[in-house]
């Protein structure tokens, strides 16, 4: 018999049969199936029809399995037990867990945020792989449908308004000086940071465009480097007193590397609100679920919500 005609047939009758052979009685296989009697009688009718067999005959209240019913419950025993293994509901274990993930991320979640929740996720789940992309904004539908990304960890820019997502908390800026700088154990005031030489760290993710706006408002700065990668202006800061502007997160990562003291910026810069985005095709994914929660955990707890 093809794999289609197998289709047609009404395999429920199949475990209807495996109750009857174990009950050896319609009223009670009537109760485990929670039918009528009547309905299972008719089950049985069906039964009979389609093996082409009697398959049980009556002795007093019990009913008796022929050779070839006895024959098909044994064969069925596998089969069965597969199915239930198959669709009874799992808890989903990370230990156990092997399987790929794609995080689409900008330049500052690259380098402020990725590093800080990996050592959690590989510690429950050491198996995984993760394979982290540069998020697309102006086609983040399409990356994450199409193209394949799980999730995306970024600022709302182009179109998102049909994918899921989860506010993670708001992005800032900091300023980072090395110890020896004349302003290392004060607070920075606008004049000071109008005065001193400059690097910023010009991410690709509107950071940039932020603090271009609101420093248009004052008197140029002397702006020595711009640059997307810090050990630029780490280099720099060896032989300048250059102030390094750059995102809060990335700042407070690279002080605690590097010794070095973070500030608050002189005047407002608005934050920018991240979101964890993904696609509904992976919204019911056991293991995509967990990994969003931990990433949403971990990150929520380091941004400012």
């Given at each position: 018999?093809?794999?289609?005609?197998?289709?047609?047939?009404?395999?429920?009758?199949?475990?209807?049969?495996?109750?009857?052979?174990?009950?050896?009685?319609?009223?009670q296989a009537a109760?485990?199936?929670?039918?009528?009697?009547?309905?299972?009688?008719?089950i049985l009718a069906r039964l009979r029809d389609m093996l082409d067999d009697p398959l049980f005959?009556?002795?007093?209240?019990?009913?008796?399995?022929?050779?070839?019913?006895?024959?098909?419950y044994q064969q069925l025993q596998q089969p069965t037990g597969q199915l239930i293994n198959l669709l009874t509901p799992k808890a989903f274990e990370p230990l156990e867990c092997n399987q790929h993930f794609s995080i689409a991320v900008t330049d500052y979640a690259m380098q402020a945020l990725v590093p800080f929740i990996l050592p959690s996720i590989y510690q429950q789940?050491?198996?995984?792989?993760?394979?982290?992309?540069?998020?697309?904004?102006?086609?983040?539908?399409?990356?994450?449908?199409?193209?394949g990304a799980d999730m995306a960890i970024c600022r709302a820019i182009g179109q998102t308004a049909n994918l899921q997502h989860t506010f993670l908390g708001k992005v800032g800026v900091s300023c980072l000086l090395s110890p020896n700088h004349p302003l290392a154990s004060c607070d920075i005031s606008l004049e000071d940071?109008?005065?001193y030489p400059h690097a910023t760290i010009a991410i690709?993710?509107?950071?940039?465009?932020?603090?271009?706006?609101?420093?248009?408002?004052?008197?140029?700065?002397?702006?020595?480097?711009?640059?997307?990668?810090?050990?630029?202006?780490?280099?720099?800061?060896?032989?300048?007193?250059?102030?390094?502007?750059?995102?809060?997160g990335m700042a407070e990562i690279v002080a605690q590397r590097h010794r070095l003291k973070v500030k608050p910026l002189p005047?407002?810069?608005?934050?920018?609100?991240?979101?964890?985005?993904?696609?509904?095709?992976?919204?019911?994914?056991?293991?995509q679920k967990w990994l969003r929660?931990?990433?949403?955990?971990?990150?929520?707890?380091?941004l400012d919500t």
């Open positions: 018999m093809e794999l289609e005609e197998i289709y047609r047939q009404d395999l429920s009758l199949l475990i209807a049969l495996q109750i009857l052979v174990e009950e050896r009685s319609v009223t109760k485990r199936l929670h039918l009528s009697q009547s309905a299972t009688s008719r005959s009556r002795v007093g209240q019990q009913l008796v399995p022929t050779q070839f019913a006895l024959d098909c789940a050491p198996n995984i792989r993760l394979e982290i992309l540069p998020v697309q904004h102006t086609e983040l539908q399409a990356q994450l449908s199409v193209k940071y109008l005065n690709s993710d509107g950071v940039k465009a932020l603090l271009d706006a609101a420093i248009s408002l004052y008197p140029a700065r002397t702006e020595l480097l711009r640059t997307p990668h810090i050990d630029s202006a780490l280099a720099l800061q060896t032989i300048h007193p250059i102030i390094i502007t750059l995102p809060e005047f407002k810069l608005p934050s920018l609100d991240y979101n964890l985005f993904w696609h509904s095709r992976c919204e019911q994914d056991k293991a929660e931990e990433i949403i955990n971990s990150i929520t707890s380091k």
